[in-house]
């Protein structure tokens, strides 16, 4: 290859490679602008790629006029440094204008969102529009009469895929990571700066041949198929996108929604393209080709595309082996590429190859060969367009994945048959193939759906678990007896309600997100905390609906508002499957749901709250960090009244330590004054406060005996007293402080928690997290006003302080509350048999045989106490008296499944600890 050549070639790989950073920079701090909403981000989408298909149209046009392409290219990349770097700084201005518009024109919700697109079109066309620009001016600066378009188009165009993978691996596995985005953003114009350097020295040195003349043949070639091949194009590029957007979709259902899983996604697009163009202009480049040749690639587009869509259901089961081998994050890393790849690339490579055969087949050679690459290029990108709003707002949640998918293949099909009929030879030559081809695609509609089961079971996700109870069996079987409520794929996710085991759960993309069962206190206590924390709390923001159960309890208070923001519609659907649990709280008139992204709703809202609820999905999800950056948290402040209170979840399972820690010293950048309350093992509640305020156990008492809905779901969690409250308590606000002090900060910029988190995705975190909390811990009970904190020493409430202790796994705490109450009254059955049963999980059986025989020295004998002595002398070594225990417990409750099923095991020597 000569020199000049190679440089240029490294220019335009260059180009690539900052290209995509910025495609993937730009989309998550837009993201911050305006939402992560779909409709926000296929805005953006499209605007980007709106420029994109501009800059090549004008790029075209340019190219076959300038003297020098070459030196406009270099200027052009110049260009797109210099607006790269400047834009970071000026996304704070541009929220700014969108509030003042908003303000000025007094738009709704929704119509500031359509000025938000407005704006995200004018920021985005200036760079895009260059960028577009690029492929045409130097593929007109290395035009040669010698070598046909098709091969050295197809070249470039490879070569700039290539720095486009390349742009992908290093931004999303090895910049974004440690360094954020902008310093990303600042790599990538010193590539673009290279590029133009690299460019302009063989400019100016006219290292290159001036492009020949135009031939006859070539413009004979382009007049014959004028039409036909650009509208292939652009329809092969409407129907690329929808592809690109149900396959990123399906294999979210089976890989997890990581930031690292959707970047194998791309990835593998990408090497499918690069190595399709790649392999078609170093084998084919050089021959004549027609619309027929071009058919041909689209036929191989739909087979391999109807290939991988009858196939796709086996990779469940890949994916299990595979982790079966390892979970360290590398080897996770390397699966979901290679799964990625195994699905994508036979389709894309296909792909890959239909762009260098246009150009090959249209595009006229020599001095107009610049603008037969704009054209095709902004008619497959305009098309790219359609199929992004097509298959991201229509197709997928009308017609569903799999059947978006269909469409696809059908359509792709379709198109081969166009392109074999306009083909050479006789009317019976070129309609056979084509009639074969239209059959194919009917066939595509009668291909079976997936196995919903399958496809809601995130392999990836659990693959720990399915590894543990599946001995080798496929995972069809391991999950054959759950049942499929309800399924939909919606705009941003795959949403299922699932039935297993006597237990309902809230699926999203696979992910359990609530159940009816194990998280069902922390729903509840989610809204239930802040708003009796709260003295005299009105109106109520909750981010995330879920399961709606939060929203039920929140509900229960004589409130005034409760507005409820979720982004994906179909959450909304799904919840009516948890009535039952939530009262069909959407039926309240005071409950308003909203759709939408929950920093940009509290951005473009001028309404204040008393108390706001955030209870997002785990942050190891792509754009879920984003929600607990500092930035949100200030900006969730900024809308709470006087004296208000905001509530975090968080998960300490699959969340390493060091970024639980993150979490609460994010969060008390915005809210110094935090406490931290666990309602269910495992599930941490922040609460935070601007102004340290001690609880008042009086109201607490007074709301409790007021408010009988509120009485009945603490009744529910088996709390029969205000104080039960008190137990969930871990640590105030001077011991978050102290756990959270030298924490590295969540910030927009960073991000450290999105890349960060899905490293901890297969370790069980949750009890080292919290045995961390707990070495924190100073204080047994909140700070409460000195004329409540009298109440809690009467027995009656120090004993449901004890069962909330048990209520959140802290026996330890539990048994010392029930000694209490115990001390204050020696004959209180139901703490004799509450320490019993925290001293058992203790691991102290003489204890709790002690307790449980002091429950039953005044008749008539509990049951329960009866129970616990049996268990607790079994471990002493008593067998004799512990199965006179364990038969009177059971003769006094003969329908008690654990009595009886202890006393079977017991009988049979199969009894253990």
Same mark, same amino acid.
Request: with cysteine; aromatic share 8%; glycine share 10%.
């Given at each position: 290859?000569?020199?000049?050549?190679?440089?240029?070639?490294?220019?335009?790989?260059?180009?690539?490679?900052?290209?995509?950073?910025?495609?993937?920079?730009?989309?998550?701090?837009?993201?911050?602008?305006?939402?992560?909403?779909?409709d926000?981000?296929?805005?953006?989408?499209?605007?980007?790629?709106?420029?994109?298909?501009?800059?090549?149209a004008?790029?075209?046009?340019?190219s076959?006029?300038?003297?020098?392409?070459?030196?406009?290219?270099?200027?052009?990349?110049?260009?797109?440094?210099?607006?790269?770097?400047c834009?970071p700084p000026?996304?704070?201005?541009?929220?700014?204008?969108?509030?003042?518009?908003?303000?000025?024109?007094?738009?709704?919700?929704?119509?500031?969102?359509?000025?938000?697109?407005?704006?995200?079109? $004018?920021? #985005?066309?200036?760079p /895009?529009?260059?960028?577009? @620009?690029? +492929?045409?001016? =130097?593929?007109?600066? %290395? !035009?040669? *009469?010698?070598?046909?378009?098709?091969?050295?188009?197809?070249?470039?165009?490879?070569?700039?895929?290539?720095?486009?993978?390349?742009?992908?691996?290093?931004?999303?596995?090895?910049?974004?990571?440690?360094?954020g985005?902008?310093?990303?953003?600042?790599?990538?114009?010193?590539?673009?700066?290279?590029?133009?350097?690299?460019?302009?020295?063989?400019?100016?040195?006219?290292?290159?041949?001036?492009?020949?003349?135009l031939?006859?043949r070539?413009?004979?070639?382009?007049?014959?198929v004028?039409?036909?091949?650009?509208a292939?194009?652009?329809?092969?590029?409407?129907?690329?996108?929808?592809?690109?957007?149900?396959?990123?979709?399906?294999?979210? $259902?089976? #890989?997890?929604?990581? /930031?690292?899983?959707?970047? @194998?996604? +791309?990835?593998? =697009?990408?090497?499918? %393209? !690069?190595? *399709?163009?790649?392999?078609?202009?170093?084998?084919?480049?050089?021959?004549?080709?027609?619309?027929?040749?071009?058919?041909?690639?689209?036929?191989?587009?739909?087979?391999?595309?109807?290939?991988?869509?009858?196939?796709?259901?086996?990779?469940?089961?890949l994916?299990?082996?595979?982790?079966?081998?390892?979970?360290?994050?590398?080897?996770?890393?390397?699966?979901?590429?290679?799964?990625?790849?195994?699905?994508?690339?036979?389709?894309?490579?296909?792909?890959?190859?239909?762009?260098?055969?246009?150009?090959?087949?249209?595009?006229?050679?020599?001095?107009?060969?610049?603008?037969?690459?704009?054209?095709?290029?902004a008619?497959?990108?305009?098309?790219?367009?359609?199929?992004?709003?097509?298959?991201?707002?229509?197709l997928?949640?009308?017609?569903?994945?799999?059947?978006?998918?269909?469409?696809?293949v059908?359509?792709?099909?379709?198109?081969?048959?166009?392109?074999?009929?306009?083909g050479?030879?006789?009317?019976?030559?070129?309609?056979?193939?084509?009639a074969?081809?239209?059959?194919?695609?009917?066939?595509?509609t009668?291909l079976?759906?997936?196995?919903?089961?399958?496809?809601?079971?995130?392999?990836?996700?659990?693959?720990?678990?399915?590894?543990?109870?599946?001995?080798?069996?496929?995972?069809?079987?391991?999950?054959?007896?759950?049942?499929?409520?309800f399924?939909?794929?919606g705009?941003?996710?795959?949403?299922?309600?699932?039935?297993?085991?006597?237990?309902?759960?809230?699926?999203?993309?696979?992910?359990?997100?609530?159940?009816?069962?194990?998280?069902?206190p922390?729903?509840?206590?989610?809204?239930?905390?802040?708003?009796l924390?709260?003295?005299?709390?009105?109106?109520?923001?909750?981010?995330?609906?879920?399961?709606?159960?939060?929203?039920?309890?929140?509900?229960?208070?004589?409130?005034?508002?409760?507005?409820?923001?979720?982004?994906?519609?179909?959450?909304?659907?799904?919840?009516?499957?948890?009535?039952?649990?939530?009262?069909?709280?959407?039926?309240?008139?005071?409950?308003?749901?909203?759709?939408?992204?929950?920093?940009?709703?509290?951005?473009?809202?001028?309404?204040?709250?008393?108390?706001i609820?955030?209870?997002?999905?785990?942050?190891?999800?792509?754009?879920?960090?984003?929600?607990?950056?500092?930035?949100?948290?200030?900006?969730?402040?900024?809308?709470?009244?006087?004296?208000?209170?905001?509530?975090q979840?968080?998960?300490?399972?699959?969340?390493?330590?060091?970024?639980?820690?993150?979490?609460?010293?994010?969060?008390?950048?915005?809210?110094?004054?935090?406490?931290i309350?666990?309602?269910?093992?495992?599930?941490?509640?922040?609460?935070?406060?601007?102004?340290?305020?001690?609880?008042?156990a009086?109201r607490?008492?007074?709301?409790?005996?007021?408010?009988?809905?509120?009485?009945?779901?603490?009744?529910?969690?088996?709390?029969?007293?205000?104080?039960?409250?008190?137990?969930?308590?871990?640590?105030?606000?001077?011991?978050?402080?102290?756990?959270?002090a030298?924490?590295?900060?969540?910030?927009?910029?960073?991000?450290?928690?999105?890349?960060?988190?899905?490293?901890?995705?297969?370790?069980?975190?949750?009890?080292?997290?919290?045995?961390?909390?707990a070495?924190?811990?100073?204080?047994?009970?909140?700070?409460?006003?000195p004329?409540?904190?009298?109440?809690?020493?009467?027995?009656?409430?120090?004993?449901?302080?004890?069962?909330?202790?048990?209520?959140?796994?802290?026996?330890?705490?539990?048994l010392?509350?029930f000694?209490?109450?115990?001390?204050?009254?020696?004959?209180?059955?139901?703490?004799?048999?509450?320490?019993?049963?925290?001293?058992?999980?203790?691991?102290?059986?003489?204890?709790?045989?002690?307790?449980?025989?002091?429950?039953?020295?005044?008749?008539?004998?509990?049951?329960?106490?009866?129970?616990?002595a049996?268990?607790?002398?079994?471990?002493?070594?008593?067998?004799?008296?512990?199965?006179?225990?364990?038969?009177?417990?059971?003769?006094?409750?003969?329908?008690?499944?654990?009595?009886?099923?202890?006393?079977?095991?017991?009988?049979s020597?199969?009894?253990?600890?």
């Amino acid at each position: 290859m000569p020199v000049p050549l190679l440089v240029v070639s490294t220019a335009l790989f260059l180009s690539g490679a900052a290209g995509l950073v910025y495609q993937v920079v730009w989309l998550r701090m837009l993201g911050l602008v305006f939402g992560h909403a779909v409709d926000a981000l296929t805005a953006v989408l499209v605007a980007f790629m709106s420029g994109l298909a501009l800059g090549s149209a004008l790029g075209g046009r340019l190219s076959s006029r300038a003297r020098a392409p070459l030196a406009i290219y270099a200027w052009l990349e110049a260009g797109i440094a210099v607006y790269a770097l400047c834009l970071p700084p000026g996304l704070p201005g541009l929220t700014r204008v969108s509030l003042t518009l908003r303000d000025a024109l007094g738009l709704s919700y929704e119509g500031w969102s359509l000025v938000q697109v407005v704006l995200a079109f $004018l920021v #985005l066309l200036p760079p /895009t529009v260059l960028m577009g @620009a690029t +492929l045409p001016l =130097v593929s007109q600066a %290395l !035009a040669s *009469g010698g070598e046909a378009p098709g091969r050295r188009v197809g070249a470039l165009y490879a070569v700039n895929t290539w720095g486009a993978v390349t742009g992908t691996l290093a931004a999303g596995y090895f910049l974004l990571p440690p360094l954020g985005n902008r310093v990303t953003v600042w790599i990538a114009a010193g590539a673009n700066l290279t590029a133009a350097a690299l460019a302009l020295t063989v400019a100016r040195r006219g290292a290159l041949a001036p492009p020949s003349v135009l031939s006859a043949r070539g413009e004979e070639a382009s007049s014959r198929v004028a039409w036909l091949i650009p509208a292939a194009m652009a329809v092969s590029g409407a129907v690329a996108m929808v592809f690109e957007i149900a396959w990123t979709r399906a294999l979210s $259902l089976l #890989l997890g929604s990581s /930031t690292y899983a959707f970047t @194998a996604m +791309l990835l593998a =697009v990408l090497i499918g %393209l !690069a190595m *399709g163009s790649a392999v078609y202009a170093w084998r084919w480049g050089n021959r004549p080709v027609g619309p027929a040749t071009l058919g041909v690639i689209q036929g191989g587009v739909g087979l391999s595309a109807a290939v991988v869509l009858v196939s796709f259901d086996r990779l469940p089961d890949l994916i299990l082996a595979a982790l079966r081998v390892s979970t360290v994050p590398s080897w996770v890393d390397l699966v979901e590429i290679l799964v990625s790849v195994a699905a994508l690339t036979m389709v894309t490579l296909w792909m890959g190859a239909a762009f260098p055969c246009a150009i090959a087949a249209w595009a006229p050679a020599g001095t107009r060969v610049g603008r037969g690459v704009g054209r095709l290029y902004a008619a497959n990108t305009a098309g790219a367009i359609v199929g992004v709003l097509l298959g991201g707002l229509v197709l997928v949640p009308t017609w569903g994945i799999h059947g978006s998918l269909k469409m696809a293949v059908a359509a792709t099909l379709m198109l081969c048959g166009a392109l074999l009929v306009a083909g050479p030879g006789s009317i019976m030559r070129r309609s056979l193939p084509a009639a074969a081809a239209l059959a194919l695609a009917l066939s595509v509609t009668f291909l079976p759906d997936w196995d919903r089961r399958l496809m809601s079971s995130a392999p990836a996700v659990y693959a720990p678990s399915y590894l543990r109870a599946g001995a080798g069996r496929p995972l069809r079987e391991i999950v054959r007896d759950q049942e499929i409520l309800f399924y939909r794929d919606g705009r941003s996710g795959t949403v299922a309600v699932t039935r297993e085991r006597g237990q309902v759960f809230l699926r999203i993309n696979g992910k359990i997100d609530a159940g009816t069962v194990v998280d069902m206190p922390t729903q509840i206590m989610a809204a239930h905390l802040p708003l009796l924390a709260h003295p005299a709390p009105r109106a109520v923001f909750i981010l995330g609906m879920g399961s709606g159960m939060t929203a039920g309890a929140a509900a229960r208070h004589p409130v005034e508002r409760v507005d409820v923001l979720e982004i994906e519609p179909a959450v909304i659907e799904a919840s009516r499957f948890f009535r039952d649990f939530h009262g069909d709280v959407l039926r309240d008139p005071r409950v308003r749901a909203t759709i939408g992204d929950g920093r940009n709703f509290l951005q473009a809202s001028s309404a204040a709250y008393d108390v706001i609820i955030s209870e997002p999905s785990n942050p190891w999800m792509s754009g879920l960090a984003a929600l607990f950056s500092r930035e949100f948290f200030l900006l969730a402040r900024a809308r709470l009244r006087p004296g208000g209170v905001m509530l975090q979840w968080v998960q300490s399972y699959n969340l390493a330590p060091e970024h639980l820690k993150m979490v609460v010293a994010t969060f008390r950048e915005a809210f110094p004054a935090t406490s931290i309350w666990e309602p269910t093992p495992g599930d941490f509640l922040l609460l935070g406060r601007v102004d340290r305020v001690p609880l008042d156990a009086r109201r607490l008492r007074e709301r409790w005996e007021t408010e009988p809905r509120v009485r009945a779901d603490f009744e529910r969690l088996g709390m029969g007293g205000w104080a039960g409250l008190l137990g969930l308590f871990v640590l105030g606000e001077e011991d978050a402080a102290r756990l959270a002090a030298g924490a590295r900060l969540n910030t927009d910029d960073r991000l450290p928690l999105e890349f960060g988190a899905p490293r901890a995705l297969y370790l069980e975190t949750s009890l080292p997290n919290r045995a961390m909390v707990a070495s924190f811990r100073s204080a047994d009970l909140p700070a409460l006003t000195p004329e409540s904190a009298p109440l809690i020493d009467q027995r009656g409430n120090r004993y449901w302080v004890g069962v909330g202790c048990l209520r959140r796994g802290d026996p330890a705490a539990a048994l010392a509350h029930f000694e209490r109450v115990l001390q204050l009254d020696p004959t209180h059955t139901p703490a004799a048999i509450a320490a019993a049963m925290a001293a058992l999980q203790l691991g102290r059986p003489a204890p709790a045989l002690d307790f449980a025989q002091r429950a039953l020295a005044r008749p008539p004998a509990p049951p329960a106490a009866l129970f616990l002595a049996g268990v607790s002398a079994w471990w002493l070594g008593r067998g004799e008296e512990a199965g006179s225990y364990l038969e009177r417990a059971s003769a006094l409750e003969p329908g008690n499944a654990e009595f009886r099923e202890t006393l079977r095991r017991f009988r049979s020597g199969t009894l253990s600890r």
